[in-house]
């Protein structure tokens, strides 16, 4: 479980409940001497982690990374069903019917963050042409955007598809440059360069540094502030600008 989800107590209840169901299932097998579906069981899961150890580190709070460990599924929820062939109990069912249902719970929970991701990138596209209208042409701003929400990935290797088309009626990009919060440090290193030459088509002499700064608002559309010469000075500067901004607006991080 990633995202919010994985910090509350229902999910740390699914993981309990998981182990536990689990571990039934490998007692009640035992007991039942069909030790053999164990070893075939364990064996399968111990050689897919050794194929995926090197996987391990690129996995971060969004769920990136993580994909790859999907191979895993099949197998746990084997593991979890195993002592439904071997405990006929209404303890046991109880506890298998009520982790189904939390089950539901939690990726009822996850694809709720999904949607929530679906419909804040479309008022992203659809706020784009409308928040570029004042700047002019030899001038540039950066918008921030979510990479992420919750376990959905929004914006991660998407940021200027937002502002090109087939999503947008022509290309923003030589106005407004979409980027993610572990980029912060990158464009203000870009800023104090002439690499903004290499991407604005519009302007004969573009300023190098952006003019204003996006953000997206929780509660919908664009946030817009100037952007002060002096906020690009320092990596610490440039991070407070934008940590205030999105604190006092309640913006997306």
Not at 29 to 34: C, D, G, M, Q, V
Not at 62 to 87: E, F, N, Q
Not at 135 to 153: C, M, Q, R, T
Not at 167 to 194: C, G, M
Request: hydrophobic share 50%.
């Amino acid at each position: 479980m990633f995202g919010p989800v994985a910090d509350s107590g229902l999910s740390q209840l699914w993981l309990g409940l998981t182990a536990v169901l689990i571990c039934m299932g490998i007692w009640r097998s035992y007991r039942a001497r069909k030790s053999a579906v164990v070893y075939l069981l364990g064996f399968n899961v111990v050689i897919i982690l050794m194929a995926l150890l090197t996987q391990f580190n690129t996995t971060d709070i969004s769920g990136g990374g993580a994909r790859v460990l999907y191979i895993m599924t099949p197998w746990l929820v084997t593991a979890i069903c195993l002592a439904w062939l071997y405990d006929k109990t209404v303890i046991f069912r109880s506890m298998l019917l009520g982790y189904f249902v939390l089950t539901a719970i939690l990726h009822h929970k996850i694809l709720a963050q999904w949607s929530t991701a679906a419909s804040v990138s479309n008022e992203i596209v659809d706020a784009v042409p409308g928040a570029i209208k004042e700047i002019a042409d030899d001038d540039w701003a950066l918008l921030l955007v979510p990479e992420y929400i919750g376990a959905a990935l929004l914006a991660r290797n998407a940021q200027g598809a937002m502002v090109s088309p087939p999503f947008q009626n022509k290309p923003y990009l030589d106005t407004l440059v979409p980027f993610i919060w572990r980029d912060l440090e990158l464009w203000r290193e870009r800023a104090n360069s002439a690499f903004v030459k290499q991407f604005k088509s519009n302007s004969n002499q573009p300023n190098e540094q952006p003019l204003y700064a996006f953000c997206v608002a929780v509660q919908g559309g664009f946030v817009q502030q100037e952007i002060s010469r002096d906020a690009f000075k320092s990596q610490q500067v440039w991070q407070a600008f934008w940590q205030n901004l999105i604190k006092q607006n309640n913006c997306y991080q």
